[in-house]
């Protein structure tokens, strides 16, 4: 915020010098310059530093855009001829800039792997960036600086296409920004998937984490154990039909997901959380009798046999077939709320499910309980707690384990916002959204170091989920602020400012369709 206010004050004084100027010199016909030097606060997550120049660029009818990543290209140019009705040629690898250019040589290095600049104009759009995926995360805030209708899937007429002038420098503050899906509690589709994919792109989320068995269902085919997709995969919470990916469906997401720079991390939660996996082969079970299906919302009642040897081949061929469907470095074996398996159980349990993972060339990724086992160097623990101090945690930390923060009081989207919220839940508070905003990921665990701290994760659990518009309503607006926890700068840190420019979403949702809750928190503008 300190580097805002001070480019924004030098700015500021730019304009009154050229003002005084204009005055003195007679000079006239120019828009005021103080009204133009400033980018308006609606970009989320804000970036990292913004200057404006006092130009505006009106994208016009007869825009080319040239791009030196056809993917990113497209997924622009789709997104603009949409709301625009405009043509907008895309050439891609073009040696003469478009009036929109996406390039991949220019960029300074301090936006590293994921950053972007991003200059406009009056006449021209250059987004710069060392990655596909930074000149992606640079479209994203190109897209927002534009009027909300932008997002509209169908031509609008009525509306200038302006943008303000000037230029950002963007990088994020975490390499991890990720959101959690449940699609045991209750299935949804690969076409849901993909859609609440496309609406985490628009907040620079890089990490999808999909939860992919539970009590309640087993949602991605293995092929050397039919059974817990066939029939674990056949209902879902309240009784309904269940489903499941096949491999060909988890593919089309994994590459999907890919495609909006987002690298897929499959769940499969162990040793608890596994009713769906012993309903399914009773000889995974201890007594060596599957339990029936379960439809309800309990947690904390179901775990492996940890003393059977056929567990482990169990999960040494479960891992193998994920791990060679899974482009991404992580396998998360889960590992909370593992009530029904003892301590010495569980720790050993978790001890040789981290070797499985890694002979199959993983890295294991699990909730925060994992600490208790004897960690690898390269197992990320996720903290999904109330509390904010955890000494296993803590001593892992020390060690070297990076951490990934989902504080469930901050980061739940499945928690109710009020009393009121129709759906979630509400075991770890209402979370509306200057609670999810209110914590910073870096110092928020006692006695761990903020260097241990690798990102962000929105996780949402769905017992109580069932569509789209569900996920929506959770997500939104809570989403963008976890995401710009994640990935800007904690000086920008500011209740007021971020509610502003959350507000600013609001249209833009209106215009996607996008049925999201409307707290009282954030002044929405009209329109949305
Ligand atoms: C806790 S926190 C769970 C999930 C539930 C969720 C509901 C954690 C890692 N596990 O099994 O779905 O609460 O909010």
């Not at 480019?7 to 005084?20: D, I, P, Q, S």
């Not at 995926?133 to 609008?156: D, N």
């Not at 999960?315 to 301590?343: C, F, K, M, N, R």
Request: charged residues 10%.
């Amino acid at each position: 915020m300190r580097v805002l206010m001070f480019r924004r004050t030098r700015l500021a004084l730019l304009a009154a010098v050229v003002a005084l100027g204009m005055t003195v010199f007679g000079a006239a016909g120019a828009t005021s310059p103080a009204a133009a030097a400033s980018f308006p606060n609606v970009v989320v997550p804000v970036p990292v530093s913004e200057s404006a120049n006092g130009s505006t660029f009106t994208l016009g009818s007869a825009a080319t855009l040239t791009a030196d990543d056809g993917g990113v290209g497209g997924y622009l140019a789709g997104i603009l001829r949409a709301s625009t009705g405009y043509a907008l040629p895309l050439t891609v690898g073009a040696t003469t800039p478009g009036t929109i250019a996406l390039s991949l040589s220019g960029a300074p290095s301090t936006v590293g792997a994921e950053g972007y600049q991003l200059t406009i104009t009056a006449s021209s759009v250059r987004v710069r960036a060392n990655t596909a995926a930074g000149l992606f995360h640079g479209a994203q805030t190109f897209l927002q600086l534009l009027p909300a209708k932008v997002m509209s899937p169908t031509a609008v007429t009525s509306v200038a296409w302006k943008a303000t002038g000037g230029t950002i420098v963007d990088y994020p503050r975490y390499e991890h920004r990720g959101a959690m899906l449940d699609v045991a509690r209750h299935f949804f589709t690969v076409a849901q998937v993909e859609h609440y994919i496309d609406e985490l792109a628009l907040y620079k989320v890089n990490y999808l984490h999909l939860h992919l068995s539970d009590d309640q269902g087993w949602r991605i085919a293995i092929n050397s154990w039919p059974n817990l997709a066939a029939y674990g995969g056949s209902t879902e919470v309240g009784g309904g039909a269940g489903g499941y990916f096949t491999q060909a469906d988890y593919t089309a997401i994994v590459n999907y997901a890919a495609s909006r720079y987002m690298t897929v991390v499959p769940e499969i939660d162990t040793p608890g959380h596994t009713n769906a996996a012993l309903a399914s082969y009773a000889p995974l079970n201890c007594n060596g009798v599957a339990p029936p299906l379960y439809t309800g919302t309990d947690v904390g009642f179901s775990s492996l046999c940890t003393s059977l040897p056929l567990t482990y081949t169990f999960l040494d061929q479960v891992v193998g077939e994920l791990a060679a469907l899974t482009p991404g470095p992580y396998i998360h074996i889960g590992g909370d709320e593992a009530s029904s398996t003892t301590q010495s159980d569980y720790v050993s349990f978790i001890n040789q499910v981290q070797q499985i993972v890694a002979n199959h060339g993983k890295a294991v990724m699990g909730w925060h309980n994992i600490a208790a086992a004897t960690l690898a160097p390269s197992t990320v623990a996720q903290f999904w707690d109330t509390n904010n101090s955890n000494s296993a945690l803590a001593a892992a930390a020390a060690t070297g384990t990076k951490i990934i923060m989902s504080p469930a009081n901050h980061a739940y989207l499945d928690m109710k916002y009020t009393s009121k919220t129709p759906l979630g839940q509400n075991w770890a508070g209402y979370v509306d959204v200057n609670k999810a905003y209110g914590w910073d990921p870096g110092n928020y665990l006692t006695g761990i170091s903020s260097s241990a701290i690798a990102g962000v994760e929105a996780p949402l659990w769905s017992e109580t989920l069932v569509t789209s518009a569900n996920i929506d309503y959770m997500a939104f607006p809570r989403l963008p602020a976890l995401m710009e926890l994640g990935w800007s700068p904690e000086s920008t840190h500011s209740q007021s400012a971020f509610d502003a420019r959350l507000g600013a979403q609001g249209p833009r949702w209106h215009a996607m369709g996008i049925d999201y809750y409307k707290s009282t928190q954030v002044k929405w503008p009209t329109g949305s």
